[in-house]
Structures are given as C-alpha cells and as structure tokens.
C-alpha cells in the first residue's frame, strides 16, 4: 500500500507531467497509462515522437484479462520487480518468467537461440487469454509474433515495448501487423520499468473502474 507522503509524491509528480505536457493525441485511459510511462521514465517522448500506440480494443483486452486473473508471461524477472503486488494478489494473476530456467538455457543453446525466444515458446498454453509482456528483448517479441502466426497462442493482449539498437523497433513494427490487441511504441526506447508501468496502470484503472 502507498503511504500519505508516498502519495503526495506520487500526485505532485502527475500534476508536473499535465503542466509540462502540453498538447498530446491521447484520451481517457490512454492517456493514464501514457502518463504512468513518463511518470517511470521521466521521459516525455513517450507522447510525443517515441509515441505510444494502442489497438482500438487494446486496453479493454488488457483490463478484462487482469481483473480475470489471467496470467501475466513476462520476458525478464525485472519487471516482476517492479509490477503491483497487491494488484496481483487481489486479482490472483499468475506472473511466468522462465528467463532463468536451466532448462530454457539448455534447449536455447541447442537451438542456437535466445532464452528470451524460448522463454516465451515453452509458454504458449498459458498465453491463451492472458497478457504477454516484453520491455526488454526483441526476440521474445518477435517468438510471440510468429506463436500467434502460428495460431499456437492467443494472447488477450501482447504489450510490446522492447528497448534496444537490434530489430527493437522493427519487432514493434510486426506486432501492429497481427490480429491481436496490443500497446507499443514507436523506435528504439522502452524497457522494463515502462513494461512495468502498462501494467500497472492498467490495473489501477481496473481498481478506479470496479470502485
């Protein structure tokens, strides 16, 4: 739970990002998840040439899938870290992040893949409804792109917001080309406390939407 001063931090802080923002293309909840984006990252170009980007159903897919206690596939125990835990324990979300497992390590040497991509292929099962989150590696993204095309895994939601030199923004490019609900980005930036922030947004509008 926040503290009062924790809070107060935490409202100032929103009421310097509306100051300084100026104009913006976002509305109602695209918005609070943006502002959530710059609020983690100090970084305004989140709404600006780094611009968010959203699916027409991508929030609700988000919102409906979290406050059913679908599972959250993350690509990097990092942003486990940094995710609500109140949030998931009230809503019995189950977070999966297999980047450290030896199998994974195993099966992506023999492979000569990433563990990222393989982190996320041994998940396809529990994708199928849940939200799927990668802020760091292009490659699982991408792993999660063909799994859809595969018709292997159908996530409620995929946020893809990888941050990197190496097909970051190009991966961005090919999740806008699937039919599935998404939240991205444009460009290189991203990372795991944006990840983060989606999700975390999301659930309070959840919260704030259920009050």
Same mark, same amino acid.
């Given at each position: 739970?926040?503290?009062?001063? /924790? &809070? ?14 100026? =104009?913006?293309?976002? =509305?109602?909840?695209?918005? &609070? ?14 709404? *600006? ?35 609500? #835990? ?19 390590? #195993?099966?992506? =040497? ?6 990222? &991509?393989?982190?996320? *292929? ?23 792109? &063909?799994?859809? #095309? ?36 444009? /460009? *290189? #930036?991203? /990372? ?14 959840? *919260?704030?939407?259920?009050?």
């Amino acid at each position: 739970m926040q503290t009062r001063k /924790g &809070q107060s931090i935490e409202d100032e802080s929103m009421e310097i990002i509306e100051r300084e923002i100026g =104009t913006h293309p976002y =509305t109602g909840y695209e918005w &609070q998840v943006v502002r959530r984006v710059i609020h983690s990252t100090a970084d305004f170009d989140f709404a *600006r040439q780094n611009g968010m980007i959203f699916h027409n159903g991508g929030i609700k897919a988000g919102l409906d899938a979290l406050k059913a206690g679908k599972n959250i596939i993350v690509d990097v125990n990092g942003i486990t870290g940094l995710l609500n #835990k109140q949030n998931l324990a009230d809503f019995k979300n189950d977070v999966i992040c297999d980047i450290s497992n030896p199998d994974v390590v #195993k099966e992506a =040497t023999k492979l000569n893949k990433t563990r990222a &991509q393989t982190a996320m *292929r041994i998940r396809s099962h529990e994708m199928n409804g849940g939200v799927v989150v990668v802020g760091n590696a292009p490659t699982a993204l991408l792993e999660v792109i &063909q799994m859809v #095309k595969e018709k292997v895994a159908k996530p409620a939601l995929i946020v893809g917001i990888p941050v990197g030199f190496v097909a970051a923004a190009e991966s961005k490019d090919e999740l806008q080309s699937i039919d599935v609900p998404y939240i991205t980005n444009k /460009g *290189r #930036k991203g /990372g795991t406390p944006c990840a983060a922030a989606i999700i975390n947004a999301l659930f309070k509008i959840v *919260r704030e939407s259920s009050s």
